[in-house]
C-alpha cells in the first residue's frame, strides 16, 4: 500500500503538508485544529471546518460512554461490541461511512473496560486518525470521567535532537542510542544529559492534567511539553500506565520489541488478559503484520560491512575465521546464487534449500550451531563499532551490527513462514525474505481477552479471521451506512476490460477504454477522480488523455511525492478537474475529499494484484489449509474488491455527499453484489443524467 501521501491541509491556504507537519510550509500558518471532530467519519485530511457534533447532557442507559445523541445503528454497535468483549471473544465489524466507527469503538470498549480494569490501545494506520480519537475521548469526558494519550515515534517527539544535522533521517534504534546515552547521564547527575528528561519528573503532573482537560493531539501534546521545557517523549512513557486510552501506531503492536516496551509502560508486562485493543481500518492490519517479519540483504549492505571491516583491526569471528573473510564469503555466496541459479534474463529465483547457509559452513568447516555462534559474534563486534561511532558523534550503527542481525533473521527465516529468494535489479543482487504467514502478532492476538476488528471494508469477514489465525469463536457483524442510497450510484461496462490476456488478442482495447475515460471525464462538469490499475496503465494511456480532455488534467507521479502533492491541492481547489491515480495507493484510500471536492470516480481495470512468488506461495498455502480455490479467494480477489470498494468510498463522506462511480471492465459483472454495481450500455449518458 503507499502511504507516503497521508498529511494535512492548511486552513488558510489548502496546501497538502506531510504526515507530522506543525507549520504550513507555503503560508507559515499553525496546523492546529485543520482536522475538526465529526462522529461520522475520520475526515482526517478535510481542510474545511465542520461543526461539532451536539454533546448530550445526560448519559444514554443504553450506552452510557455515547456523548451524542445515537442515530441509525449505533446503539446495535456498541451491543454488540460490549457482548463480545464481555465474553471474551473478537469481534470483526464492517461498518458503513457515517456509522461513527471510531465513537461506537471506544463507547462499547470503555464501558467493558472500566468495569474491567483494562487499558485499551486504539491502533491507527495514521497520526491523523489518532487525533480523531483524542476528540472523541474529549467529547466523552463531557459525559463521563475518561483520559487518554496518543503516541508518535521518538524521532517526532524528542526536541534535544531535532536541530540535529540528519535528525529527520535517522533510524530509531539510532535516536534510541542517542536519547539513552543523555538519559544516563542525567539519571546519574554528569554533565552533558538532557535537560528535557531532568524536569520530566517535576513537571509531570501539570502535564496530565492538561491531558485530562484538554485531550491533546500527539502534536499538540508535543508543544504544551516543549514550552515547560520537558521531554515529550518520556512524559508519554509516564502518563501511559496513568490513561484509559492509549492511541498509537501499528508499529506498536507488529514490533516485539516495541509492543513489548508499550505493555511495560502501560504498566501490564506480560499480562495481556488487562489489555483491550480496537484495530482501525482493519483491512490494512494483516499486510503490514507480514511487512513488519519481512527484510532484504541487497550488495550495497554487504559492501558496506566489508568496508567497515579495515577499521576494525579484522578480528576473528570463529575459530580463526577473520571477519572480513567471512563477510566476503557471504558476498560470494549471493553471486553464487545468481550464477547457478538465476537463467538468462531472470531477475528472480526461490530459494527452497539453505543454499548460502550450506556454501557457508562448507568453506570454513562449520556446523550450523558454529555458523550460528559466528554470526552472533559479527553482531558482538558491531556493537562495540556503533559504541565507537555513538561517542564520536557519528551518529549512526554499524554497518557490521546491520549486517550481522540481517544475516541472523535470514538464517532463521528457512521456513514455510517465509518465502525466500534472490533478486536482481539495477542495483545489482540482493537477498529477500517475504513473510507470508505473520505467525508472531497471530500469537499475540490469540493471547488477548477480546478485541474489536472494524473497517469499511472488511468482507468477507471470515476471510479476515482466518487469513489474521484469529481463534475463539470470533463475532461477525457488518452494518450499512445510514445515509440515502440513491446519493450514491455504482454502473459499469460490458465492452472493455483491463485483462492482459484480451487486450493483447484485441488491439482496439486500448483506444476503446480511453475513449470511454475521455467521454466520461466530458461528460460532467464535476471533480472526478481516474483510478488505474497500475503505473504502467496509466502512462501508457496518457498521451491520449491529455490531447482529448478539455479540463484541467492533475497526475500522480510515481516517485515524486512533492509533485504529487502539489498536484492534489490544486486539484481539491477546483471544481471541474481531473485527478489520475493508481488504485490502492493514499489517493484511493487515505484521503477525504468532502463536498464538491470528488464527485466522480472512474475505476479502469480490476486491481487483482501481481503473481509475485510470494503471491503464489500464499495461494498455495491457503488451498491446502481451507481448500482449493480459497488461495486465488484470499490473495487477489479479495484484495481486489476492497481496493475497489476503497476508492468507491471516497466519493460520500457525509449525508450530503452525492457520487457516482464508473468500473470500466466487464469482469465487475462478477463482483455486481459486492460493489452495488449495476450494467450500463451508456455510461456517459448515464453520468450526465445522474448529475443534472
Known amino acids: 500500500m503507499g502511504t507516503g501521501m497521508q498529511g494535512l491541509f492548511c486552513n488558510k491556504c489548502k496546501s497538502l503538508m506531510p504526515p507530522g507537519t506543525q507549520r504550513c510550509r507555503v503560508c507559515g500558518s499553525t496546523m492546529d485544529g485543520c482536522s475538526v471532530s465529526t462522529q461520522s467519519c475520520l475526515t482526517d485530511l478535510s481542510p474545511r471546518r465542520k461543526a461539532e457534533p451536539k454533546v448530550v447532557s445526560q448519559p444514554n442507559k443504553d450506552a452510557p460512554y455515547l456523548p451524542y445523541p445515537p442515530r441509525g445503528c449505533q446503539l446495535d454497535i456498541i451491543?454488540?461490541?460490549?457482548?463480545?468483549?464481555?465474553?471474551?471473544?473478537?469481534?470483526?465489524?464492517?461498518?458503513?461511512?457515517?456509522?461513527?466507527?471510531t465513537i461506537t469503538s471506544l463507547a462499547a470498549s470503555l464501558e467493558h473496560a472500566q468495569s474491567q480494569g483494562k487499558k485499551i490501545i486504539y491502533l491507527t494506520r495514521t497520526i491523523s486518525q489518532s487525533d480523531q480519537v483524542?476528540?472523541?475521548?474529549?467529547?466523552?469526558?463531557?459525559?463521563?470521567?475518561?483520559?487518554?494519550?496518543?503516541?508518535t515515534g521518538r524521532n517526532k517527539s524528542c526536541p534535544l535532537f531535532r536541530g540535529t544535522e540528519g535528525?529527520?533521517?535517522?533510524?530509531?534504534?539510532?535516536?534510541?542510542?542517542?536519547?539513552?546515552?543523555?538519559?544516563?547521564?542525567?539519571?546519574?547527575?554528569?554533565?552533558?544529559?538532557?535537560?528535557?528528561?531532568?524536569?520530566?519528573?517535576?513537571?509531570?503532573?501539570?502535564?496530565?492534567?492538561?491531558?485530562?482537560?484538554?485531550?491533546?493531539?500527539?502534536?499538540?501534546?508535543?508543544?504544551?511539553?516543549?514550552?515547560?521545557?520537558?521531554?515529550?517523549?518520556?512524559?508519554?512513557?509516564?502518563l501511559m500506565k496513568r490513561v484509559d486510552v492509549v492511541a498509537a501506531p501499528y508499529v506498536h503492536i507488529l514490533s516485539n520489541d516495541i509492543r513489548s516496551n508499550l505493555m511495560a509502560n502501560m504498566d501490564l508486562g506480560d499480562d495481556t488478559g488487562k489489555l483491550l485493543m480496537i484495530v482501525d481500518e482493519a483491512h490494512n492490519l494483516i499486510d503490514a503484520a507480514r511487512d513488519q517479519e519481512s527484510f532484504i540483504i541487497n550488495a550495497k549492505m554487504v559492501d558496506n560491512a566489508i568496508d567497515e571491516c579495515s577499521t576494525m583491526r579484522d578480528p576473528e569471528v570463529f575459530d580463526g575465521v577473520p571477519l572480513k573473510t567471512f563477510l566476503s564469503y557471504f558476498k560470494n555466496c549471493m553471486r553464487a546464487v545468481a550464477t547457478e541459479k538465476l537463467g538468462l534474463n531472470?531477475?528472480?529465483?526461490?530459494?527452497?534449500?539453505?543454499?548460502?547457509?550450506?556454501?557457508?559452513?562448507?568453506?570454513?568447516?562449520?556446523?550450523?550451531?558454529?555458523?550460528?555462534?559466528?554470526?552472533?559474534?559479527?553482531?558482538?563486534?558491531?556493537?562495540?563499532?556503533?559504541?565507537?561511532?555513538?561517542?564520536?558523534?557519528?551518529?549512526?550503527?554499524?554497518?557490521?551490527?546491520?549486517?550481522?542481525?540481517?544475516?541472523?533473521?535470514?538464517?532463521?527465516?528457512?521456513?514455510?513462514?517465509?518465502?525466500?529468494?534472490?533478486?536482481?535489479d539495477m542495483d545489482g543482487e540482493y537477498l529477500s525474505a517475504a513473510c507470508i504467514d505473520p505467525y508472531e502478532i497471530t500469537s499475540f492476538l490469540n493471547s488477548l481477552r477480546g478485541a474489536v476488528h472494524?473497517?469499511?471494508?472488511?468482507?468477507?469477514?471470515?476471510?479476515?479471521?482466518?487469513?489474521?489465525?484469529l481463534s475463539g469463536n470470533p463475532r461477525f457483524r457488518v452494518y450499512p451506512s445510514p445515509f440515502p442510497p440513491e446519493n450514491k450510484s455504482v454502473i459499469y461496462v460490458k465492452d472493455v476490460t483491463t485483462q492482459q490476456k484480451e487486450m493483447k488478442a484485441d488491439p482496439t482495447m486500448q483506444n476503446r477504454i480511453e475513449r470511454h475515460i475521455v467521454n466520461l471525464c466530458n461528460s460532467v462538469d464535476k471533480n472526478t477522480l481516474v483510478f488505474f490499475t497500475s503505473y504502467a496503465n496509466m502512462r501508457t494511456m496518457r498521451p491520449y488523455l491529455e490531447r482529448h480532455i478539455d479540463k484541467d488534467l492533475y497526475w500522480e507521479e510515481s516517485r515524486n511525492?512533492?509533485?504529487t502533492m502539489e498536484n492534489l491541492t490544486r486539484f481539491r481547489n477546483g471544481r471541474n478537474g481531473v485527478f489520475f491515480s493508481v488504485m490502492g495507493g493514499s489517493v484511493a484510500e487515505g484521503i477525504d475529499f468532502p463536498g464538491d471536492e470528488l464527485c466522480f470516480a472512474i475505476i479502469v481495470g480490476i486491481p487483482f494484484p501481481p503473481p509475485t512468488s510470494e503471491q503464489k506461495a500464499m495461494s498455495a498455502m491457503f488451498d491446502q489449509r481451507y481448500g482449493q480455490g480459497k488461495g486465488?479467494?484470499?490473495?487477489?480477489?479479495?484484495?481486489?474488491?476492497?481496493?475497489?470498494?476503497?476508492?468507491?468510498?471516497?466519493?460520500?463522506?457525509?449525508?450530503?455527499?452525492?457520487?457516482?462511480?464508473?468500473?470500466?471492465?466487464?469482469?465487475?459483472?462478477?463482483?455486481?453484489?459486492?460493489?452495488?454495481?449495476k450494467?450500463?450500455?451508456?455510461?456517459?449518458?448515464?453520468?450526465?443524467?445522474?448529475?443534472?
Open 134 to 151: 483524542m476528540r472523541e475521548l474529549r467529547a466523552i469526558s463531557s459525559i463521563k470521567s475518561v483520559s487518554g494519550i496518543a503516541l
Open 454 to 469: 472494524m473497517s469499511g471494508t472488511l468482507q468477507p469477514l471470515d476471510q479476515y479471521a482466518r487469513v489474521l489465525g
Open 167 to 238: 535528525y529527520e533521517s535517522l533510524p530509531p534504534r539510532v535516536l534510541s542510542m542517542m536519547c539513552e546515552e543523555k538519559r544516563q547521564r542525567s539519571i546519574k547527575g554528569q554533565a552533558g544529559g538532557c535537560r528535557f528528561y531532568d524536569r520530566v519528573k517535576t513537571g509531570l503532573d501539570e502535564v496530565e492534567s492538561y491531558c485530562r482537560s484538554a485531550f491533546p493531539t500527539s502534536d499538540d501534546l508535543d508543544r504544551h511539553c516543549e514550552k515547560l521545557g520537558i521531554c515529550p517523549y518520556e512524559c508519554k512513557k509516564a
Open 561 to 563: 511525492l512533492r509533485r
Open 79 to 101: 451491543s454488540d461490541i460490549r457482548i463480545a468483549l464481555d465474553e471474551g471473544r473478537h469481534i470483526i465489524i464492517e461498518s458503513g461511512t457515517g456509522t461513527g466507527k
Open 346 to 424: 531472470e531477475k528472480e529465483v526461490i530459494l527452497e534449500d539453505d543454499f548460502i547457509e550450506e556454501r557457508m559452513m562448507n568453506k570454513f568447516n562449520f556446523t550450523r550451531r558454529d555458523l550460528e555462534s559466528a554470526i552472533e559474534r559479527v553482531i558482538d563486534l558491531g556493537e562495540a563499532r556503533t559504541d565507537i561511532l555513538m561517542e564520536k558523534g557519528e551518529n549512526r550503527v554499524s554497518e557490521v551490527q546491520s549486517l550481522g542481525v540481517a544475516m541472523k533473521d535470514w538464517c532463521s527465516s528457512g521456513n514455510q513462514r517465509f518465502v525466500r529468494a534472490l533478486k536482481v
Open 632 to 677: 486465488w479467494l484470499y490473495t487477489s480477489e479479495v484484495p481486489a474488491m476492497r481496493k475497489m470498494k476503497q476508492a468507491i468510498g471516497r466519493l460520500i463522506r457525509t449525508e450530503t455527499d452525492r457520487g457516482m462511480a464508473v468500473i470500466l471492465d466487464s469482469r465487475a459483472s462478477r463482483y455486481a453484489r459486492q460493489l452495488e454495481a
Open 679 to 692: 450494467p450500463t450500455d451508456d455510461p456517459a449518458g448515464d453520468a450526465a443524467r445522474f448529475f443534472r
